[in-house]
């Protein structure tokens, strides 16, 4: 059973670029976290979905900054025009349904470096 | 809005020496969770607390949820080098999600 799997791994772009970042959930997960970390920082909440609905994006700065989870494929957070204080570690996490619910899987991340 | 925060932020320790971190939420939490994160690594789940004064052991890790359920602690007996890594506690907040402590990076000198 395959993780939370987040691609790229690493990426990088110049300032103005615009950022694609993906992430698979694990197998019957239905739920989908995004979180930014700072180097020497903690998790910061970013947006919450489900498929095809955003519960929660009470995170996510209000320009830039979207986030989907369409009906087939993988979740993306999206990043317009970056800068370079958005570089950072983005993290995926998916939980299931039920009572374990709140459980949440990380996958590894991507290391986001804006030049 | 909800807050969780940790102490200490950081700690070097000894190995062998124990390593304890504080947990404590501005609300009352239905469940609090345990993650561990090593450095360049990503967080792992490692334990959930549910009930009021729960206590559970892993080998040298014991957590406890407080009996007013704000308030959380780890500790860990006889550190290792291998417990390097930063240890979050985490709460659900509204609509699900999960509010993550500040963490506290612990370090192990051998």
């Known amino acids: 059973n395959a993780g939370v799997m987040q691609n790229p791994r690493h990426l990088v772009r110049r300032r103005g670029q615009e950022a694609r970042l993906r992430c698979s959930p694990m197998k019957g997960h239905s739920h989908v976290y995004w979180y930014r970390q700072l180097p020497e920082e903690g998790l910061k909440f970013m947006v919450y979905?489900?498929?095809?609905?955003?519960?929660?994006e009470s995170g996510m700065p209000k320009e830039r900054f979207s986030a989907e989870f369409p009906k087939e494929g993988p979740s993306i957070l999206r990043i317009q025009q970056v800068v370079r204080g958005d570089s950072a570690a983005y993290f995926c996490?998916?939980?299931?349904?039920?009572?374990?619910?709140?459980?949440?899987?990380f996958g590894a991340g991507t290391r986001l470096s804006v030049l | 809005g909800q807050q969780v925060m940790q102490i200490p932020q950081y700690q070097h320790v000894q190995e062998g020496e124990d390593f304890t971190t504080y947990c404590n939420s501005s609300?009352?939490?239905?469940?609090i969770q345990w993650y561990k994160q090593r450095p360049g690594g990503h967080p792992v789940f490692l334990i959930q607390?549910?009930?009021?004064?729960e206590v559970k052991k892993q080998k040298r890790l014991t957590f406890q949820f407080g009996e007013a359920k704000k308030n959380s602690s780890l500790h860990i007996t006889a550190t290792q080098t291998t417990d390097v890594g930063t240890y979050f506690c985490?709460?659900?907040?509204?609509?699900?999600?999960?509010?993550f402590g500040t963490g506290t990076r612990l370090q192990v000198f051998p």
């Open positions: 996490a998916s939980s299931p349904i039920g009572l374990a619910k709140n459980i949440q899987y």
């Open positions: 985490a709460g659900p907040g509204d609509t699900d999600k999960l509010i």
């Open positions: 609300t009352t939490l239905s469940n």
């Open positions: 979905l489900q498929k095809e609905n955003i519960i929660d």
């Open positions: 607390l549910v009930k009021s004064g």
